[in-house]
């Protein structure tokens, strides 16, 4: 089992952990916005989500085809997340092809969006902030094939996107109103931190996430199954820093997806038996990593 010893600021790593399930997929992300209304207005309008419904409690659910993208709990008296404060950096929207990427950013463009555009060797990606501040990230990944691997570590970078290359892929019969076609999901979710030694230990050591690059200064990519990643950590604007006060606009929880309930438990067992608790809920079970941003381990079968 890992030592934490806190005043030398020490994570001593764990034996070797066993992998997660390669199938593992993100679910989706839930956020806490002050006007759902306006919200829902723009991530159908903007973002190109479908509304999808309500539910019971309140909670709005937008996504592509059926499956379920953005989660919102509204409330209304939430402050912003202070800066510098752990939480939140983006959630990452995959979209299944460039064309699909390209409707967007003619959408954006259209709409006077501000946004930031990075290509990243394994992807191509636009960056913008909702309402509320909550980061976004829509991208679509280059095939598998075309990734560089140096062993376990996968060549990233960030270089200026072809803008104007991309539009050339926007399909004749696009419109604005163009919405998000089925395959959209929650590619990765990219997380404030304020340690990048703890987050490893929690997020590689405890959880089983593969470390698929630390070749970005202040920052750790993780995934499963050999994905270029689906969890970002960094300390870029949070080094030492804790989490927002509660009820705060932001992130409330997003979703970690595996196979089957064997794989749901097995990962229990694994957290219990190093001393961590756990919280149970519909399909698996709620942990919080060391500054509180929680995850939802579930199975959907």
């Known amino acids: 089992m890992t030592t934490i010893t806190a005043d030398a600021g020490i994570v001593a790593p764990l034996a070797e952990a066993p992998s997660l399930p390669a199938t593992l997929h993100m679910g989706?992300?839930?956020?806490?916005?002050?006007?759902?209304?306006?919200?829902?207005?723009?991530?159908?309008?903007?973002?190109g989500l479908t509304l999808l419904g309500r539910t019971a409690e309140g909670i709005v659910r937008l996504g592509a085809g059926d499956e379920v993208v953005?989660?919102?709990?509204?409330?209304?008296?939430?402050?912003?997340?202070?800066?510098?404060?752990?939480?939140l950096f983006h959630v990452a929207i995959l979209v299944p092809d460039r064309p699909s990427l390209a409707v967007v950013l003619n959408r954006l463009i259209v709409q006077?969006?501000?946004?930031?555009?990075?290509?990243?060797?394994?992807?191509?990606?636009?960056y913008f902030d909702d309402p509320d501040g909550n980061g976004i990230e829509i991208y679509r990944d280059r095939p598998a094939g075309e990734w560089n691997w140096d062993g376990r570590t996968v060549e990233m970078a960030t270089y200026p996107?072809?803008?104007?290359g991309l539009l050339a892929d926007l399909p004749a019969t696009a419109t604005v109103g163009t919405p998000m076609p089925a395959g959209t999901r929650v590619g990765h979710v990219h997380l404030?931190?304020?340690e990048i030694a703890r987050a490893r230990h929690f997020y590689v050591d405890l959880l089983g996430f593969e470390l698929t690059t630390d070749r970005y200064p202040g920052a750790l990519f993780v995934s499963a199954g050999h994905?270029?990643?689906?969890?970002?950590?960094?300390?870029?604007?949070?080094r030492g820093g804790g989490p927002a006060p509660a009820g705060s606009v932001g992130l409330v929880h997003f979703e970690v997806v595996l196979p089957d309930a064997a794989a749901v438990e097995a990962l229990r067992a694994?957290?219990?038996?190093?001393?961590?608790?756990?919280?149970?809920?519909?399909?698996?079970?709620?942990?919080?990593?060391?500054w509180g941003t929680r995850l939802h381990v579930l199975s959907r079968v």
């Open 70 to 87: 953005v989660e919102l709990e509204e409330a209304p008296e939430a402050r912003p997340r202070p800066r510098g404060t752990t939480g």
């Open 28 to 47: 989706a992300v839930r956020l806490r916005v002050r006007d759902a209304a306006r919200s829902i207005a723009f991530y159908t309008g903007t973002v």
């Open 227 to 238: 994905y270029h990643h689906h969890l970002g950590l960094n300390i870029w604007q949070s």
């Open 270 to 290: 694994r957290i219990l038996a190093a001393g961590e608790s756990v919280v149970p809920v519909e399909g698996g079970f709620a942990i919080a990593d060391p």
């Open 161 to 164: 996107l072809d803008l104007r």
């Open 192 to 194: 404030q931190v304020g």
């Open 112 to 126: 006077g969006v501000r946004i930031g555009a990075s290509d990243h060797l394994v992807s191509e990606a636009l």
